[in-house]
């Protein structure tokens, strides 16, 4: 299955998977919610999508259907290649991401051959950003514990400490002190240069509907 709103480029992608690696049975679909309703009622061994999808974000996708079937392999495209964003792919467990700013039919080849082999692929852009957080002994997610970055998003997303409080299930004091904590961590000293990293890091998208980090209400 081939989820991506482009045209364009779902075309292309998808008639490399028929054309040169044979593929049967190739489904094109545009957003996020009708992937994930083909998804449940089709069986598929290879998806490729976008992160940047209408109706459902393509992480939000890729992790329920990582959650219905462990062994679906999974290569994301996307224009984001931020901290925030790499992390958080790493951390789903997709096996691979291409930068969309890199795409060639060199690049598509290659992504697809390894992951649909079962392989991880990731862009050298990706791969460069990988690296870099990696070595940094400085990375955000190294310095704050999870429930004070996760404080810093929902503030720089324009939460207030109230809402901030309901979504993470702890008191407005609470998320007061997670945001405090972090912000000394970061060095950060006052709101807008808070806002400054959240948009450096890729914390803050500027498409809506992206909320890709998944929150653990265990309090503390």
């Not at 992206?210 to 929150?215: F, I, N, Q, S």
Request: with cysteine.
């Amino acid at each position: 299955m081939v989820v991506e709103d482009e045209a364009l480029l779902s075309e292309v992608v998808a008639s490399v998977l028929g054309a040169e690696f044979e593929s049967k049975h190739v489904e094109e679909v545009r957003d996020g919610e009708t992937a994930w309703e083909l998804f449940q009622a089709t069986s598929f061994d290879f998806v490729v999508l976008d992160l940047m999808l209408p109706k459902l974000d393509g992480l939000s996708l890729a992790r329920r259907m990582l959650k219905l079937d462990r062994n679906i392999r999974i290569l994301i495209f996307s224009s984001e290649c931020d901290d925030y964003t790499i992390r958080e792919v790493t951390r789903s467990g997709v096996l691979g991401f291409v930068d969309k700013k890199e795409l060639s039919l060199e690049v598509l080849f290659a992504a697809i051959n390894e992951v649909s082999a079962g392989y991880p692929y990731y862009s050298a852009n990706a791969q460069k950003q990988i690296a870099k957080m990696w070595e940094d002994p400085l990375a955000y997610y190294k310095l704050l514990t999870e429930r004070e970055f996760h404080a810093v998003r929902l503030i720089a997303l324009g939460h207030d400490l109230k809402t901030s409080a309901q979504e993470l299930q702890v008191s407005e004091c609470t998320v007061r002190r997670h945001k405090k904590n972090a912000m000394k961590k970061l060095n950060i000293s006052d709101e807008s240069s808070l806002m400054r990293f959240a948009l450096e890091k890729g914390l803050v998208k500027f498409k809506g509907g992206l909320d890709w980090t998944e929150v653990s209400h265990q309090k503390h």
